[in-house]
């Protein structure tokens, strides 16, 4: 079975400007989580979609949104771009989406603000 | 309200040396505990799951992590560390709840010298 996969990989932008990542789950998984990692905050979960739904969300501001396709596939969309969003952004996919199944990282999106 | 509290963010071992790292839960809930391994460059990897069976569970690589709900502890270890152990590593907890979202510690890096 193919992992998750995350496009693009890396990613330069200026701010103010708009960006969309992508996350393929695995085959299967219905559940697709979105983290963004930084050196200072570790790991911070940004939301949760299963079935096309959000299921939960992170302490994130509006300008961070995101979409689930009827595949399970994924994107997130952080419009007006801060420095601050300098990151990796990481995908996760779930099966079944509940708790005692383990999420599935993808290689992250490095995201750089100029 | 649930989190995860690594102790030490920098860990150095000799190789050969027993690999101890420490993670401490706060929890409402009956938990359900993870613990991950990321190499540079990539997404993080499942070592290891306590989803309420057994309180001592194996992972992969060697390592094993025990639950222990006096002390909220699920500390991994690995009896003799190798130079590919040298990595960041992270705790995570989640309800027992599908749909329960995963909080994840800070992270701790693991030097392992030669």
């Known amino acids: 079975k193919a992992g998750v996969t995350q496009t693009p990989r890396y990613l330069i932008k200026t701010r103010g400007q708009q960006v969309t990542l992508s996350c393929s789950p695995i085959s299967g998984h219905r559940s697709v989580s979105w983290y963004q990692q930084t050196p200072g905050q570790g790991l911070q979960f940004l939301f949760e979609y299963f079935s096309e739904t959000q299921r939960n969300k992170g302490n994130f501001p509006g300008r961070f949104s995101g979409r689930q396709f009827s595949n399970s596939r994924s994107e997130m969309n952080v419009s007006t771009l801060e420095l601050g969003d300098s990151a990796l952004y990481l995908c996760?996919?779930?099966?079944?989406?509940?708790?005692?199944?383990?999420?599935?990282f993808g290689p992250g999106t490095r995201l750089t603000v100029t | 309200a649930q989190s995860v509290t690594q102790l030490g963010s920098h860990v150095s071992v000799s190789e050969g040396a027993l690999v101890l790292l420490r993670c401490n839960y706060s929890s409402s809930v009956p938990p359900y505990l993870f613990w991950y391994v990321q190499y540079p460059n990539q997404g993080l990897q499942l070592l290891l799951k306590y989803t309420s069976a057994a309180t001592l569970v194996k992972g992969i690589n060697g390592f094993e992590a025990e639950f222990k709900k006096s002390e909220t502890s699920f500390h991994l270890t690995k009896p003799s560390a190798h130079m590919s152990d040298a990595a960041e590593y992270f705790c995570?907890?989640?309800?027992?709840?599908?749909?329960?979202?995963?909080?994840f510690g800070t992270g701790t890096s693991l030097t392992v010298i030669p």
């Open positions: 996760a996919s779930k099966n079944n989406g509940g708790p005692t199944y383990e999420q599935y």
């Open positions: 995570a907890v989640s309800g027992t709840n599908t749909g329960n979202q995963f909080y």
